[in-house]
């Protein structure tokens, strides 16, 4: 017989229950704007703004500050420009005038921390962006897993048993797919065929994913697939469904995670 003690110890060596290495200390915070001609008024000037978790781990903080660069557009190795330099320089880039039209750009950067254990931190990069005279903005979010110990990213194959459980991994996203287009997009199991089967929004298997108590999300961007109006869909893959598809160790991960489905805005 096991005693009640005994599982404890348990989880407590595989680590479940340990704390986490990393964790939130302070937030970063740099607007910077750019308006035509000096004319301060709001459709006359681009604004950019970045908001970014401080961790008490430096190797994590740089990686934030690589991937928010990335995500302005700054494609060099070196970074020459501090933060606040590159936001100035978005702003001036992006406000002008042509064919005597003025032409600027707001665009908002947020680092969500999406929960930490004792080996991997997630996060998500929200891209928000809009260009005057758009019919709407945009988002892209970009989903990050680290493995803290190994200081190194954690893509999805890593966390599958082989090939054959990637296979097993797409029927299941796509079976959430049509169950989320049936059920919300008010479409009809056929209408939700044709529009994940079909050209303009062939489904495939995203690797943008991370973890959440009970199973794993996967991040789809706008116009991915399905129309603007669904926005960046979400699939929730519970843990219980991946039992033959992610490693053990990797399962166990997902259903102790601290960030809950609710938190993130993912229906049950």
């Excluded at 910077?32 to 709001?42: A, E, L, M, V």
């Excluded at 169950?179 to 919300?184: E, G, L, M, N």
């Excluded at 996967?218 to 116009?223: D, E, F, G, S, T």
């Excluded at 960046?232 to 033959?244: K, R, V, Y």
């Amino acid at each position: 017989m096991t005693h009640p003690w005994m599982w404890a110890i348990l989880l407590l060596s595989s680590g479940i229950w340990a704390k986490p290495i990393v964790t939130v200390e302070g937030e970063q915070t740099e607007q910077q704007s750019h308006c035509f001609k000096g004319i301060k008024q709001s459709d006359n000037c681009s604004q950019f703004r970045v908001q970014l978790p401080q961790y008490n781990s430096a190797w994590l903080n740089q990686k934030i500050q690589h991937d928010t660069r990335q995500s302005l557009g700054d494609k060099t190795r070196h970074h020459t420009q501090s933060l606040r330099q590159l936001l100035q320089a978005a702003a001036r880039h992006h406000t002008g005038i042509s064919n005597g039209y003025v032409y600027t750009q707001q665009v908002n950067i947020t680092i969500k921390p999406q929960g930490a254990n004792e080996r991997w931190a997630a996060y998500t990069l929200i891209h928000d962006e809009y260009n005057k005279g758009a019919a709407h903005g945009s988002t892209v979010l970009l989903e990050r897993v680290w493995d803290v110990q190994a200081k190194k990213p954690v893509v999805l194959t890593d966390i599958l048993i082989n090939s054959q459980a990637q296979k097993r991994l797409f029927q299941l996203a796509y079976d959430a797919a049509m169950a989320d287009f049936v059920h919300d997009g008010d479409l009809s199991e056929d209408e939700a065929k044709a529009q994940l089967d079909g050209e303009m929004f062939h489904f495939q298997l995203t690797h943008n994913w991370r973890p959440v108590k009970g199973g794993l999300v996967l991040v789809y961007q706008q116009y991915e697939i399905a129309p603007y109006a669904y926005g960046t869909p979400t699939l929730f893959i519970s843990a219980e469904d991946l039992s033959d598809i992610v490693k053990p160790a990797f399962l166990a991960y997902l259903q102790h995670w601290p960030v809950t489905r609710s938190e993130i805005g993912v229906k049950d």
